[in-house]
């Protein structure tokens, strides 16, 4: 509950600041994406779904800082957190919650429209703690994902995407460990991302 409360505040806050601009028209909109442009964004990711006593619910967040080598592509790097967590009754069956660092690679079809879509690969490292089993996990993943921008005005934009295939490898923090790899088809809520982008 409290993860959805940070959630619902984090959201009304960057909508305020988008929203409230002083002297800014927010309807202007004049040019899409160009090459030198330099973002600052911020998405989310929540889900929780429930089957009898069984409840789960996911959380994350991602900032990100981009540049356009191009219109049609950017780069950049990100930092994010998630946590995931399941629990049947009053008994917790998962725990798990991961730092993640990485960067990305964007390719805009349309980048001077007012709407936006684009394809994304990305590469993270990350290093996962399982709060039940007590263990550490560090590793990569490689994904790949679509997801567009619509811009409000010239400085802001509203961003959606959705990471639609991913492989992760990651591997226990104690000798003698085996790496666990999972390759996954990420069509589902879990893997929605919701952001804000400031662009200079």
């Given amino acids: 509950m409290r993860k959805f409360l940070f959630f619902a505040v984090l959201t009304v806050f960057s909508f305020s600041i988008v929203f409230a601009q002083e002297g800014e028209d927010n309807d202007k909109f004049t040019s899409g994406w160009s090459e ?32 356009f080598f191009n219109e049609n592509l950017q780069g ?78 010239d400085d802001w934009a509203l961003t959606t995407s959705v990471g639609a295939i991913s492989y992760t490898t990651e591997k226990a923090d104690f000798d003698g460990a085996e790496a666990r790899n999972t390759f996954a088809l990420d069509l589902d809520f879990k893997n929605v991302w919701f952001g804000v982008i400031r662009r200079f």
């Fill in 36 to 67: 030198g442009d330099i973002t600052l964004s911020g998405s989310l990711n929540y889900s929780r779904t429930s089957q009898d006593d069984v409840k789960d619910s996911n959380f994350g967040i991602m900032p990100q800082v981009g540049y």
């Fill in 76 to 153: 950049g790097l990100s930092l994010g957190y998630m946590s995931s967590t399941a629990e049947a009754g009053d008994s917790d069956i998962f725990d798990e919650s991961t730092l993640m660092l990485g960067a990305f690679l964007r390719y805009y079809c349309m980048p001077e429209s007012r709407f936006a879509p684009f394809a994304s690969l990305g590469i993270n490292y990350m290093s996962t703690d399982d709060a039940l089993a007590d263990v550490k996990f560090n590793g990569f993943n490689v994904g790949v994902g679509i997801g567009a921008d619509f811009f409000l005005n």
